[in-house]
C-alpha cells in the first residue's frame, strides 16, 4: 500500500466517505457466522445462523476463547466460521439493486488456530475486496480488538450475491474466517460526476463497487449505528481526530427544536444529528482569512476516492 496524506479545505461541515448509502424496502440478512442459534445484539439487530447460505464444505463452526472488553456485543463477534478451502456464501438478491455488504472480523484465538496464520482473499459475485488478508495485523496496526469492513455493490445481472474466501497460496497451514455478514439493498445514490482535478473527465459512480473509508459527524459526537437513519446501522464518527494541528475552530448545535426537512433527498441520507452540528472558524472574519480548518486523512493512492459534504444552514 503507497499511503499518503491528504489534506481537505472546508468552512462548515463535512462527511468523508468512499460511499454513503440509502435504503430501500428490500430484503436485509445479517449472519452471525459459525452461530448455531437466531440472536439479537444490544441495538435489538436480530442475527441468523449463516449455515443455510453457505454452498461449500470444509468449514468448522468457532467459538472465540477470549472476549475483549472493546467488544460492543457478543454478536457476532464470539462465533467465526473457519475456512480450510475455497469455500462460498450465496445469498438471495434482487440483481438490479446495489447493496450494502459489511463484513466482521475478530482475530482472536480460537481452539487449535493459530490466528496469525490467517491469510485470504474476499471476493463478491467476482470482485476482489480484500487479497492476502490478515485481519490480525490489520487490527494490530489499528490497535483494535476487531475490524469491521463495508463496501457498496453495483447492480448485477443474477438475483444472488456470491462471496467467496480464498486461501493464500503465499503460506502454509493457513485458513481463513469470518465472523459476521451484514447485506442490506440500498437505492442507487451516484451517477457521474467530474474528476477533481480534471474537468474533461468523468467518473461513473454509478457502476462502481465501492469501499467506505471514513464517515464522520462534524462538530459532534460519534453516532452509533443503532442511531443511524434507514436502518442502515452506519456509525458516524466524531471528526476530531482527523483535525489538522491544533485549530478545531468552533463547534456549534443546532437548537433543540430545531427539525431537518429532507425535501430533495432521501431521510437516509444522513441522520438528522448529522446536520444538528457543525464547525466553523470561528466570528472574527480578520482572523479567519488568514486561517482554515484541515481535516487530513491516509489513503492509498492507488484509487479513485468519492467525497461528500453534508451542509445545513441553522
Known sequence: MNGKTWSLLS???????????????????????GAKEPSTDPDKKKWEPDAKF??????????????????????????????????????PVKGDKRHLLRLHFYPSTYT???????????????????????????CQALTQAYLVRE???APIEKDVLSI???????????????NGIEVIEMPELFDTAVLVGFSDQMADAKAANLQSMFRLNVGGQDIPGSQDSGGLTRTWYNDAPYI?????GVTLQASNNFRINYEKM??????????????????????NIKSNLTWTFQVDTNFTYIMRLHFCEF
Request: charged residues 10%.
Open 266 to 287: 432521501p431521510v437516509s441520507t444522513a441522520p438528522a444529528d448529522v446536520y444538528k452540528t457543525a464547525r466553523t472558524q470561528g466570528p472574527d472574519g480578520n482572523i
Open 151 to 153: 463496501y457498496s455493490l
Open 244 to 248: 489538522f494541528s491544533a485549530g478545531l
Open 112 to 138: 487449535g488456530l493459530n490466528i496469525s496464520n490467517s491469510y485470504f482473499a474476499v471476493a463478491a459475485n467476482d470482485v476482489t475486496l480484500l487479497s492476502n488478508f490478515s485481519a490480525a495485523i490489520t
Open 11 to 33: 468552512l462548515l461541515c463535512l462527511s468523508i466517505l468512499l460511499f454513503l448509502p440509502t435504503r430501500s424496502n428490500g430484503q436485509d440478512f445479517a449472519l452471525s457466522c
Open 54 to 91: 453457505l454452498k461449500t464444505g470444509n468449514s468448522i463452526q468457532a467459538t472465540a476463547t477470549y472476549q475483549d472488553p472493546s467488544l460492543l456485543s457478543t454478536i457476532p463477534y464470539m462465533t467465526a466460521r473457519i475456512f480450510t478451502a475455497p469455500s462460498t456464501y450465496e445469498i
Open 164 to 178: 467467496t474466501f480464498t486461501l493464500s497460496d503465499k503460506y502454509k497451514d493457513t485458513f481463513a474466517f469470518i
